[in-house]
């Protein structure tokens, strides 16, 4: 995009291993983004959308640093269990979001793309990761802590869980995969052209994923079933009103999902 230079995009990884098991990682890395031809003339109008670019789009500028750590509990054969600590802090200037043009109207579909002065926030991962016979499985906390800044929004922090198993049918080739996620109570953001702002709280939700697949001649084809949103999760009101899995219920400050629904897909690989 000859609209914007370039800048120099520096990084740098290091990685300290202590004993055998043992890892210590850090990196630091500055990010560039300029705006993408889309968010910047782009537009979206129908019944169901409204959505419109803007060409005075800044580019994005962003700091990230992060340090881990990783120790290898138990190893035998192919099975092992390791255990991970990751500290992130990211650091970003006019982010570019996609914002309403009526945040304080839940209902409103108008919608332009803009500069968010800045945004930062530190996250603290906790993961053990685990593989016993054919079972795969990763266990994972994160806390997210946001900064806040000046006329734009208030400090906050939540919390989200993360449980990922896989089971790999050899007999058949069959493997099956479940995801499921806790997303803490935490603020509403809306995000609109003046600035982020928290309009409310959040409940605490969780969301389950399923999906089967099998691979066929010599794995160069791969099928794909699944289902998303088993848990049906459609409305979930602001500020402490209950979690509805249907009708239409108060549509004041509401988060919308899709709702539960299956998919397929097919991957094929030619040489």
């Given at each position: 995009n000859t609209t914007y230079n370039t800048p120099a995009i520096p990084s740098v990884n290091l990685l300290y291993t202590p004993a055998k098991n043992v890892q210590?990682?850090?990196?630091?890395?500055?990010?560039?983004?300029?705006?993408?031809l889309k968010e910047m003339y782009l537009s979206f109008i129908d019944n169901n959308h409204y959505i419109i670019g803007n060409s005075n789009l800044t580019a994005e500028k962003s700091n990230h640093v992060q340090l881990s750590g990783s120790y290898q509990v138990y190893e035998k054969n192919t099975d092992y269990v390791q255990v991970m600590l990751t500290g992130f802090f990211n650091d970003v200037y006019n982010g570019i979001s996609l914002?309403?043009?009526?945040?304080?109207?839940?209902?409103?579909i108008r919608y332009t793309y803009n500069?968010?002065?800045?945004?930062?926030?530190?996250?603290?991962?906790?993961?053990?990761?685990?593989?016993?016979s054919n079972f795969h499985w990763q266990l994972g906390y994160s806390h997210n802590f946001t900064f806040a800044q000046e006329n734009l929004n208030?400090?906050?922090?939540?919390?989200?869980a993360t449980a990922?198993?896989?089971?790999?049918?050899?007999?058949t080739g069959l493997n099956f995969n479940a995801f499921y996620k806790y997303n803490g109570k935490q603020?509403?953001?809306?995000?609109?052209v003046t600035g982020a702002e928290i309009n409310g709280i959040r409940n605490a939700y969780s969301m389950l994923d399923g999906s089967v697949e099998k691979k066929f001649f010599n794995h160069k084809m791969?099928?794909?079933?699944g289902v998303k949103n088993i848990l049906n999760v459609r409305r979930l009101p602001v500020n402490g009103v209950v979690l509805t899995t249907g009708g239409h219920g108060n549509s004041g400050g509401s988060a919308i999902f899709m709702p539960r629904s299956l998919y397929t897909s097919v991957n094929l690989n030619i040489d």
């Amino acid at each position: 995009n000859t609209t914007y230079n370039t800048p120099a995009i520096p990084s740098v990884n290091l990685l300290y291993t202590p004993a055998k098991n043992v890892q210590i990682r850090g990196s630091y890395a500055k990010g560039y983004r300029a705006p993408a031809l889309k968010e910047m003339y782009l537009s979206f109008i129908d019944n169901n959308h409204y959505i419109i670019g803007n060409s005075n789009l800044t580019a994005e500028k962003s700091n990230h640093v992060q340090l881990s750590g990783s120790y290898q509990v138990y190893e035998k054969n192919t099975d092992y269990v390791q255990v991970m600590l990751t500290g992130f802090f990211n650091d970003v200037y006019n982010g570019i979001s996609l914002v309403s043009l009526d945040p304080t109207d839940p209902t409103s579909i108008r919608y332009t793309y803009n500069n968010l002065s800045r945004q930062q926030n530190t996250v603290g991962n906790l993961q053990v990761d685990g593989q016993y016979s054919n079972f795969h499985w990763q266990l994972g906390y994160s806390h997210n802590f946001t900064f806040a800044q000046e006329n734009l929004n208030d400090a906050y922090n939540f919390g989200e869980a993360t449980a990922t198993v896989q089971y790999a049918w050899k007999k058949t080739g069959l493997n099956f995969n479940a995801f499921y996620k806790y997303n803490g109570k935490q603020p509403n953001i809306s995000n609109g052209v003046t600035g982020a702002e928290i309009n409310g709280i959040r409940n605490a939700y969780s969301m389950l994923d399923g999906s089967v697949e099998k691979k066929f001649f010599n794995h160069k084809m791969q099928i794909i079933a699944g289902v998303k949103n088993i848990l049906n999760v459609r409305r979930l009101p602001v500020n402490g009103v209950v979690l509805t899995t249907g009708g239409h219920g108060n549509s004041g400050g509401s988060a919308i999902f899709m709702p539960r629904s299956l998919y397929t897909s097919v991957n094929l690989n030619i040489d």
